[in-house]
């Protein structure tokens, strides 16, 4: 019972949040493809869900170098714009909105407090979020 809860509750908030920043999302992808029209505007990163299931995180595109960053992407990362896609991960069942972070396949090694065996979707948020949010 408890799992259908929470997952009602993922899809109805997620759902909101999607329809809500919308306008967001949009200008955002406008604003990126604009910017360089070759490249994708989301981008697709294999993580490990419940289980170690591999699944397809989402995101908006921004550089991952500091040293390249732009004015666009200084913005997208700080008001954590470029996350929002993560939203629908959360409504495909994929993630849900509290849990352990997505661990990286190519990293070797799953992140210290999520461990991919367990029966756990990862979230987009919890007590990691809070630990190591960039500030």
Known sequence: MKRIVRRCVDVVVSGVVLLVTLPILLLAALALKLTSPRDPVIVREIRL?????????????????????????????????????????????????????????????????ADPSRDVLPGLTGMWATKHRAS
């Open 49 to 113: 869900g419940s289980h170690g299931e591999p699944f397809e995180m989402l995101r908006l595109r921004s550089t991952e170098s500091d040293l390249r960053l732009t004015g666009l992407d200084r913005i997208l990362r700080s008001c954590s714009i470029d996350e929002l896609p993560r939203w629908w991960n959360v409504v495909r069942g994929d993630m849900s909105i509290v849990g352990p972070p997505p661990s990286d396949p190519s990293s070797g090694m799953p992140q210290s407090d």
